[in-house]
């Protein structure tokens, strides 16, 4: 009898939970299928021996799948024929103990299949139409990669090798840096195997939202996860905010606390090297700058939870009366979209914008994204505005003992003279759309007020 292994992750994730003896789940870098390009020949059992050795001798292999009826049922390799009578038939010499293998299948948990039932080679299917065939020793340079054992993601030096190959072929990067906010809190409140599952769950979180065609997902290292990906800048702050939200959907049965990430992005801009710098160079470059804006946005976070209501407030800020008034706002719903309306007011001027989105995406990021284009019409000369974080928080009252819900903004100004990266934060008093745009403008007015006042001056004269 012939062996038919087909192995797919839900397949395995089953197995595992049923108590059987498979290896541990895998989430790899590369399936089989990325790496079978050219379909094997194959013999008819009833061929004879004469025709398999023109073929391997023809196409420059040792094995060949045998199949009747559109079904693998063995193979036959070159050493069975060496003594064989060239009139003998392939059923009489073929080994019918063949591993198929699905193309879904990681490399690493391919090859310890492999070893586990002594094969050096496996064909590989789809849907059970073979697709290609492997040999242990075409795996050896992805299983040799090292892996980290807990969420069994490669290690930072996979993560550079894509990159790497990519910026020489010509293609741009971007990179996401990802940090697990106060993931000490978990070891600290609770244990360290929870921790451990939330680093494990926020592995799964970010691998299920990459297309494995375009990206690269690493353990960088500790809390922290790196994504290399083919996308433009835009594109790639998008998915950041969006894994930052499928992140923020965890739900462990033995943790109350929000799991939540701090994320920087950055790259998706060279369109070609320059000859005087390494690939690796540019690559070390884009991870710290992506590193670097992930640290600003976690201390952003962190400075915000450790403020008190009071601190919320204008009066206690002791800033100048708000430059840019929101006018009005509108948030509506049909079916699987939504349109966010935002009106600002700068002395006599007022600008409206619209903005309309996915219905299940959280509101009050379709609502900051209306205010950005509104603020950017209103104030189209004082540079650009780049959101890169949206969530609502929860913040203590330490003088009432009691939390509240608040809309926090990070949001990149960019200028000509550089770049900031700033945070606003507002309380949910009336309703969530407000306090989104107030949070981004919380964020703006008193760095924007700086620029404006001279224009101000100059009118009063």
């Given at each position: ?5 087909r192995?797919?992750a839900k397949?395995?994730?089953q197995?595992?939970?049923s ?9 790899s870098?590369?399936?089989?299928g ?21 073929l391997?001798?023809?196409?420059d ?6 199949i009747?009826d ?6 036959i390799e070159a050493?069975?024929l060496l003594t064989a009578?060239?009139?003998s038939q392939v ?6 103990d063949v591993?198929l ?9 391919a090859?310890?299949?492999m ?7 496996a064909?590989v299917v ?5 697709v ?5 020793l075409e795996l050896i ?7 980290d ?5 490669p290690?930072?030096?996979a ?13 741009e990067i971007s990179?996401?840096f990802f940090?697990i906010d106060?993931?000490g ?8 195997v929870?921790?451990d599952?939330?680093?494990?769950q ?19 290292g ?9 996308y433009?800048?835009?594109e790639?702050?998008?998915?950041a ?6 992140v923020e959907e965890?739900?462990?049965?033995t943790?109350?606390e ?7 992005v950055?790259?998706g801009?060279?369109?070609?090297e320059r000859e005087d710098?390494?690939?690796a ?18 201390q952003r976070k962190?400075a915000?939870?450790m403020?008190?209501?009071p ?6 800020e ?6 840019i ?5 509108s948030?509506v719903a049909q079916?699987?979209e939504?349109?966010?309306s935002?009106?600002?007011?700068l002395?006599?001027?007022r600008?409206s ?6 219905a299940?995406?959280?509101p009050?990021a ?5 205010a ?5 019409a ?6 650009a505005f780049?959101i890169?974080?949206?969530?609502k928080?929860?913040?203590d009252?330490?003088?009432r ?12 100004w960019q200028?000509?003279t ?5 945070s606003?934060?507002a ?18 007015n ?6 404006l006042?001279?224009?101000?001056t100059?009118t009063?004269r």
């Open positions: 009898m012939y062996q038919h292994t192995l797919v397949e395995k994730e197995a595992l939970e108590g059987g003896g498979l290896p541990e789940r895998v989430i870098v590369k399936r089989l990325d790496m079978v390009a050219v379909k094997p020949r194959w013999v008819h059992s009833k061929q004879t021996v004469d025709v398999a050795v023109a391997m001798e023809k196409f292999v040792d094995v060949l799948p045998v009747d559109d079904t693998i049922v063995g193979a050493r069975h009578a060239s009139t059923t009489e010499l073929m080994r019918k591993l293998l699905d193309t879904e299948t990681p490399v690493r948990t090859a310890m299949i070893a586990q039932n002594g094969q050096d080679t064909f789809r849907d059970d139409e073979l290609g065939m492997v040999r242990v340079p992805e299983i040799s990669r090292s892996y054992p807990l969420t069994q993601l290690w930072q030096d993560l550079r090798e894509w990159s790497i190959e990519k910026l020489r072929n010509g293609h990179i996401i940090d106060q993931f809190q978990f070891n600290k409140n609770y244990d360290h929870t921790g599952r939330v680093l494990d926020v592995a799964r979180t970010i691998e299920r939202e990459l297309d494995p065609d375009l990206a690269v997902l690493c353990r960088y500790g809390d922290e996860f790196a994504v290399a990906t083919l433009m800048l835009d790639a702050r998008q998915l905010a969006r894994i930052a939200r499928r965890i739900q462990l049965p943790v109350r929000t799991i939540t990430v701090s994320y920087g950055f790259g801009r060279r369109t070609r710098v390494h690939y160079a540019t690559v070390d470059d884009l991870i710290t700058r992506a590193s670097r804006l992930c640290l600003q946005m976690k962190g915000l939870g403020l008190q209501l601190l919320f407030t204008a009066e206690a002791e800033r100048p009366e708000p430059r008034q929101v006018a009005g706002i948030y079916g699987k939504a349109e966010a935002v009106e600002l007011a002395g006599n001027n600008v914008r619209q903005v309309r989105g996915d299940k995406q959280p009050e379709l609502m900051v994204q209306a950005r284009e509104a603020l950017t209103l104030l189209p000369n004082v540079g780049q890169q974080h949206v969530s928080v929860s913040v009252i330490q003088e003992d009691e939390r509240t819900e608040g809309v926090m903004a990070v949001v990149e200028t000509t550089g770049s900031q990266l700033l606003g934060f309380l949910v008093r009336d309703n969530v759309y407000r306090a989104a745009v107030n949070a981004l403008l919380h964020a703006l008193r760095p924007l007020a700086k620029q006042a001279p224009t101000e100059k009063a």
